[in-house]
């Protein structure tokens, strides 16, 4: 008889997830029995599926691409990060309530300050893209008292009213990528899904300068296309968002259980694990 409670990952696709191997290892740390697996939703079927996996027993589950939104409107009380994110990530299910909380930014935090030692105090920050990625990682980034927070999209008028939403958290402005000639930023986010197709969000040649770092939500093998484009423009570090994948978990496993996982030999293993031993996607 199985006794292990049930977590899991809505998302579709979600063959590719690490997030089973990462939860696993986590429990196996920390003592606790869980089921975790990877739960593949209809794009019409969200909220069916979310009520089907509580009538089994569900007790928590994360949330991927490209139901976030939906998930937010589906909880029925919200932290407040996940109120301002406008998007959820991790649902925590108690009878017939539902509590959405966002923890991409806890996550991308804690791998820019921790994992690569980066503080952004005072900082002059580039974040591409204003969609769910996005919006959940903005208010965190501007407590954390960049000199100014910047938000280029091909829609220029979105990344605008992104930062009309975010402007009491800090200086944020928004608009379209050529508006960024001229400009050079410490730290530039790639936030935008095009390295997931092997493309490369419209940045002019400038955005990076010697010192900069270059951070890539997405993660693989070797670097993404904007990684390679942040190399050629001499940027002087580079990272892909393994680590934010690894550390928003933690932060979802800590609000489910607990208890909030070592990250560090996770992250490791990941990194160590090869093209056949469950790809970090």
């Not at 409670?5 to 290892?25: D, E, M, R, T």
């Not at 937010?72 to 909380?101: H, P, S």
Request: proline residues 6%; glycine residues 14%.
């Amino acid at each position: 008889m199985n006794d292990r409670q049930a977590y899991g990952v809505f998302g579709n696709p979600i063959g590719h997830s690490k997030s089973p191997l990462i939860h696993a290892a986590f429990a196996a740390q920390c003592g606790q029995a869980i089921d975790y697996r990877p739960l593949l939703a209809p794009l019409d079927g969200f909220a069916d599926s979310v009520a089907a996996f509580v009538a089994g027993g569900g007790r928590g589950a994360n949330v991927t691409v490209p139901f976030k939104e939906e998930a937010y409107r589906l909880a029925t009380r919200l932290t407040a990060r996940a109120e301002r994110a406008g998007a959820v990530n991790t649902l925590v299910f108690d009878g017939q309530a539902i509590l959405g909380d966002n923890t991409d930014g806890a996550g991308l935090l804690r791998d820019l300050t921790l994992n690569l030692t980066y503080p952004l105090a005072g900082r002059r920050i580039l974040l591409l893209g204003a969609g769910g990625a996005a919006r959940g990682v903005l208010a965190p980034l501007l407590d954390a008292a960049p000199d100014v927070l910047t938000i280029a999209n091909r829609t220029a008028t979105r990344a605008r009213g992104l930062a009309h939403d975010f402007a009491a958290h800090g200086t944020v402005v928004g608009g379209g990528y050529d508006e960024l000639a001229g400009q050079s930023f410490d730290l530039v986010i790639n936030a935008t899904a095009a390295s997931l197709g092997g493309e490369l969000p419209p940045l002019p040649g400038g955005v990076f300068h010697a010192g900069s770092l270059a951070y890539d939500m997405m993660y693989g093998q070797g670097d993404t296309p904007f990684l390679a484009f942040a190399r050629r423009q001499g940027a002087a570090r580079l990272a892909d968002g393994l680590g934010m994948l690894v550390e928003q978990a933690a932060e979802a496993f800590r609000v489910w259980r607990g208890v909030h996982p070592d990250t560090a030999p996770v992250i490791a293993m990941l990194r160590n694990s090869g093209p056949d031993g469950d790809p970090a996607r």
